[in-house]
């Protein structure tokens, strides 16, 4: 009984900042920043905050960073502690929507909705302030910058220290979905997203007439043999039960109609759910590629970037927080998620925490908003972000109150 009445404040007060939360998100997505550049989305930030009375720290990590922290008056639960996240950046990304709230910036788009992640933790944040004497224990606003660009924000929070005091009990972080019709929530316990390798290849040999390739080294066929092989680790030594993917989308091989060059590049991504492996797989594709190359008379050389860690939701969190979602809406907008090939820094808080990574619904078919992230003409139906912003203070208050 008290619980639902917790749940109407919060769903109540969602719709009234509703207005307020569109022009934030309309002011953050017309002025995109790139990744570990965001000090303009930082001061917007710390502006709103200060407007809302919470107090926070800045520049964590040696970067835009912010982590407020509001603290619930009620006696019970004083010592939990549970973090929310939002990612802040940009992509390079030439924005096509004829939208009023079109970036201002040639080639900068939130064209992965890290404006609404960050403008529906506002929302949960002016909510959790105004209900704070109704809950016990800490919630603490995660505002994460250059999620999209190797090494990842997550590893410098994390590196820093400051989670350290307070510690979270858990993290949890929401992420839009234009597959997912608005008014919808995603959840999958365990396995959810992988991690991502990128893959460098250069093979190299004596290039020239493509008349007399007895003289020289076929470095164009030698590259296409290297793809092919390499797809023997994902359909031969891969484990069923380990998803994997292993993709190639640049080859150059800048000759022309009669000659064979002396280099061919090739690059592409690793991607599995599995540390061990992972590391495995990577040795094999050096070794594949490099033997291929050198049995038939040319060398490769082999670059491999490591990227994010693959990311696990804590099963028991996870299905607790699903069924708390399914009393804030229609359990029928509850949804069961697949697997994801994509990565997400958010992968290295569930290395060191017990978290919950879950989608936020932000398609509309009748409205043709479709569009995948990361495309030019990705956006949301904004509605979302009345779901976003409650979503996310009704999740913490029924986490601290457990
Ligand atoms: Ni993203």
Excluded at 260 to 267: D, H
Excluded at 275 to 290: G, H, N, S, V
Excluded at 367 to 373: D, E, F, G, R
Aim: net charge negative.
């Amino acid at each position: 009984m008290k619980n639902a009445n917790l749940k109407n404040i919060i769903k109540t007060k969602a719709a009234e900042f509703y207005n307020e939360l569109v022009e934030i998100r309309r002011y953050l997505h017309s002025h995109p920043e790139l990744s570990f550049e965001e000090k303009e989305t930082a001061a917007f930030i710390m502006k709103k905050l200060d407007e809302y009375g919470i107090s926070y720290k800045s520049n964590i990590a040696g970067g835009y960073g912010i982590l407020g922290h509001i603290k619930g008056t009620k006696t019970g639960n004083e010592n939990k502690v549970i973090a929310l996240r939002a990612d802040m950046d940009a992509l390079p990304v030439n924005e096509e929507n004829d939208v009023e709230y079109k970036s201002v910036f040639e080639n900068k788009m939130h064209a992965c909705g890290h404006d609404v992640h960050t403008s529906s933790l506002l929302g949960a944040a002016k909510i959790l302030e105004q209900i704070k004497s109704r809950f016990s224990g800490t919630v603490l606003l995660l505002f994460q910058p250059a999620e999209e660009r190797i090494p990842g924000g997550a590893k410098q929070i994390i590196d820093s220290g400051v989670l350290n005091n307070p510690r979270p009990d858990v993290i949890i972080g929401q992420h839009v979905m234009p597959s997912m019709e608005v008014g919808t929530v995603g959840f999958k316990e365990g396995m959810y997203m992988a991690s991502s390798d990128e893959v460098f290849l250069t093979v190299k040999g004596k290039g020239g007439h493509a008349a007399m390739p007895y003289d020289i080294n076929d470095n164009v066929l030698i590259a296409s043999h290297i793809i092919v092989a390499l797809q023997q680790i994902v359909s031969r030594n891969a484990k069923a039960s380990v998803p994997s993917v292993l993709s190639f989308g640049r080859f150059i091989a800048d000759g022309s109609v009669n000659v064979i060059p002396n280099a061919v590049r090739i690059e592409g991504t690793f991607r599995t759910m599995n540390e061990e492996w992972r590391q495995k797989a990577k040795e094999q594709i050096r070794k594949i590629a490099q033997s291929v190359a050198s049995g038939m008379g040319a060398e490769c050389e082999v670059e491999i970037k490591h990227g994010y860690p693959y990311l696990v939701n804590n099963i028991e969190l996870t299905s607790f927080l699903s069924n708390q979602a399914t009393e804030y809406i229609n359990p029928e907008k509850v949804i069961d998620m697949e697997i994801r090939m994509t990565a997400e820094d958010f992968a290295y808080y569930s290395q060191e925490f017990p978290v919950c990574f879950y989608r936020l619904g932000t398609g509309n078919k009748s409205k043709n908003i479709m569009s995948p992230l990361h495309s030019s003409t990705f956006d949301i139906d904004e509605t979302a972000l009345e779901t976003g912003m409650g979503m996310f203070a009704w999740l913490a208050v029924s986490y601290l109150a457990k």
